[in-house]
């Protein structure tokens, strides 16, 4: 009988090893599967964006560059409100600004340790305010109020508010704000004044405009608009540059190059993100400008090759060439070679974005972008102004070749501007 059960218990031990080894089998099955999926999509992401870049050998160079340099930090996998939890207050503002923009998350990190959190931090405090604009579920009452306080909720430890945001991890953002709140107040107190200054005029100027949200009508609101969101954002940023020590006051001073950085990155997206905002029931292009082209926004969705489609569109990137002398003369101001590149990249990519939009009928229909290879090899070649003003007179003479032939006011005035810009670099 102790034999039996002695027999039977070793079977039983047997049977449990068996389903264990089972189980670890299934498990390496199925981890080297999602393994080799994922590399294989990772892999194809690249092999598309090679053949994009084929004819371009130098972007083929820099993707690899990239891929293999400081700028291909590894990101976590995880989600985001995973994270929350399993990190610390620093780590998970960085990882959030790798989730929310990687782009930006590239070029901040490598700024100087003096200045790098304080940059982090206001960069998502205002993704968290600009995330509360667009969120088009929340009431504009309450909306408007949040937005002309959301400065002192960076004074509150533990705030944070749940369910607001227009993407989900702007959510978690901020559910989660009381971190970014914590790192806040372990800043410098004057980068904190500058914090908290900008964010107070910007919440203030995104409440002028909440419900006007169909359309801007006047230029001149256009422009406002664009500096309470981006003109503001130059503001700050010279600022948080100057009380680092490692410019100059004269960068604060030209308040007027700050702003100009600022609108010219913002009217770029604003122009590219026409099919996005326009679905989304929140449209920027002013009414001054598309009321002469048709008696709706959507209509050039309907008809995007006709003429007045694409003459409306060129006539929005010429608004916002318009500002082009001023990023170059706030660039060569700039003497750090860090916060040169971190200022540097963001305006390259804009004119080669503007190369893309300007008279093409695809910004109607679907999100024009760059290449990745040219956007590498921007982010490589970036380090000193002689660079930039090389690839910023390569995108101009690029844009007068798309001029279109016909001659009208917004043809001549557009070659009037290319005209100007060239002359920057005589």
Known sequence: MQMENEKDSSRFSIIVIIGILINILFYLCYYSFQTIKYFKQKWLNIFNELILSIIHPTEIISIFKIKYSLYNKKVSKSELNQLAISLNDIDFCYATLNKVSRSFSVVIEQLPECLKDSVCIFYLVLRGLDSIEDDMNYPDEKKIVLLRNFHKKLLINNWSIENIGDTKDYKILLENFFKIIHVFKTLDENYQSVILDITEKMGNGMADFVGKTGSIDTVDNYNIYCHYVAGLVGYGLSSLFTHSQLEDRNLYLNKDLSNSMGLFLQKTNIIRDYLEDLQAGRTWWPKEIWIN????????????????????????????????????????????????????????????T?????????????????????????????????????????????????????????????????????????
């Open 354 to 426: 503007l190369v893309q939009l300007y008279n093409n009928p695809f910004v109607f229909t679907s999100v024009v972008k760059i290449r990745k290879g040219l956007a590498c090899e921007l982010m490589l070649n970036c380090s000193d102004i002689k660079q930039v003003e090389y690839y910023f007179s390569l995108f101009i003479n690029k844009i007068e070749k798309k001029i279109p032939k016909y001659s009208n006011i917004n043809n001549k005035h557009m070659q009037e501007l290319i005209n100007e810009s060239k002359q920057l670099f005589n």
């Open 293 to 352: 082209y048709a008696s709706d926004l959507s209509q050039f969705h309907k008809d995007p090759n006709s003429q007045q489609s694409l003459e409306c569109l060129n006539h929005m990137v010429m608004d916002s060439f318009s500002h082009l002398s001023d990023v170059i003369q706030y660039l060569r101001l700039i003497k750090h070679p860090k916060i040169f590149e971190f200022c540097a990249i963001p305006q390259l990519m804009a004119i080669a």
